[in-house]
């Protein structure tokens, strides 16, 4: 499985965006690029994904490099709700076989009332 | 829509013991997955099961073994527990072929080994 890194920490103050990077310097062409958050005391929930293109949703938005060896989550207005762990993982297409997840450690964000 | 639930929430077992964690997958999924959540790490990959048969395992023993049944509902199962099992066990469904592959879990079943 392709690796990805990302900071162990951030801090934001509330209502301010958020930009969250993960480095991926090993995906391969067909990997898509997910983000998963962990909530304290809850299980992992889906953020969003991305192949190539930038991508918006209601949580938040993708920004993919153009050689997609890097990625940024953004939040575009921290709430105090958004504390969580995020995690950037890397999946092969679901024709591919199972579709687990490979978690690292994410980065912690916590915000700042 | 009722999402992923698992029981129980605490459990508290002796080193070789046996233990069965339960879950109920989201409606409409066929898929479910299982993970271990040592404390400070991200989830591991433990196995998936796929109509009713196991469909992918990480790295973890034979001990280590699940079921799943018509329902899609889902067990795993932990023969002679070691205490670096003590962990936050999650378990996770989904719907195999749905585009983004999303993965539903639960809240988790906390498992200390004494």
Redesign the interface.
Known sequence: DAKTTQPNSMESNEEEPVHLPCNHSTISGTD?I?WYRQLP??????VI?GLTSNVNNRMASLAIAEDRKSSTLILHRATLRDAA?Y?CIL?PP?AF??????????TRLTIIP | ETGVTQSPTHLIKTRGQQVTLRCSSQSGHNTVSWYQQALGQGPQFIFQYYREEENGRGNFPPRFSGLQFPNYSSELNVNALELDDSALYLCASSFKGQENNEQFFGPGTRLTVL
């Open positions: 898509y997910h005391s809850q299980g992992p929930e889906y994904h762990v995690y999946r679901r076989g199972n579709e687990k997840l490979t978690f690292g450690t994410g």
